[in-house]
């Protein structure tokens, strides 16, 4: 939060070699009153999304990971982070 800024980082997040063009890191200025953050993520095999400040601030980005992935990570640096209110909703693989 001292940056400001919230950045979606895929430099870890499966095949990221394939173009020079395919950015790790994407990030977007978002002020953090009181140093709260609310966010929304939704990830699913091949993307993942972001959204804070009621929809003002949105991120999507393309993720290529192995078959076998199966964990997400958030993390912040040079500070501390608390999560609250957390819900994790699993998709159904039978649905169509």
């Known amino acids: ?3 400001q800024t919230l950045t ?3 430099s870890r997040s499966g ?3 394939f173009s020079p063009k395919f950015s790790h890191e994407h990030s977007v200025s978002m002020p953090a ?3 709260e953050v609310s966010l929304h993520v939704i990830v699913d095999r091949n993307s993942v999304e972001v959204l804070s400040r009621n929809g003002s601030v949105v991120m ?3 993720v290529f990971p192995p078959a076998d992935a199966d964990r997400i990570m958030t993390f912040s640096e040079n500070g501390m982070t608390e999560f609250s209110h957390m819900k994790v909703t699993l998709l ?3 649905q169509e």
């Open 1 to 3: 939060m001292k940056k």
């Open 8 to 10: 979606v980082d895929r």
């Open 15 to 17: 095949q990221t070699g």
């Open 33 to 35: 009153p009181a140093g």
């Open 60 to 62: 999507t980005d393309l």
């Open 92 to 94: 159904d693989r039978n």
